[in-house]
């Protein structure tokens, strides 16, 4: 797989869509590798958002990590740490990052960087991906501050991207309505 085709999976998933079993198959043999490998030196200078917006320096770099952790737990569920280690070590490794910048800083929790940075995090909050923390707090903190324009998001920031990021909190916080009220309730 190449950074191109992250681009285009992850434009393909918004919130409430899945990849085709085509792009699941792919993802199955060849995402475990392309994580490892994941490196700023060979990472293309400019990295494509599902928005259109395109990164640049670190800043794409976590997008292309959070991307290919996203689409991990998509293709694989709750429990795609077990898949492969790749992806166990790359959400320890991003989880590292923003719990060192709340504890330089004393933004919000679960705020990294920059607004892009926080972005492309906040599915992977929404979706429980790092179980080592409360996803759930740090999900709400982040879209407290942008709620309120606080911490980085006092400034600028792009908005497209930040209205696909809150679709996956959005669609999440619907699926997580108790089962027996009506959603996905299989029993008779
Ligand atoms: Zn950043």
Known sequence: MTFGELSEWTIALGAKEKLSAEVRQRVSRELPSFVRDI??????????LPTGESLADATRMT???????????????????????????LAKDLLFWVMRYNFNTGEPKGVFCCPPCTLSLLPLYSLGCFRWVDCNELKSAVLNAMVRGQSVFSSDYPKAYAQWAKGFAEACSEASVPAGSGRGNRSR
């Not at 490196?39 to 494509?48: C, E, G, I, M, N």
């Not at 290919?68 to 293709?75: N, P």
Request: with cysteine; glycine share 2%.
């Open 39 to 48: 490196d700023p030196k060979t990472a293309p200078k400019r990295f494509k």
């Open 63 to 89: 997008a292309i990590k959070c991307h290919s952790l996203l689409i991990a737990r998509k293709v694989h569920g709750a429990a795609f740490f077990k898949v492969a280690p790749e992806y166990e070590a």
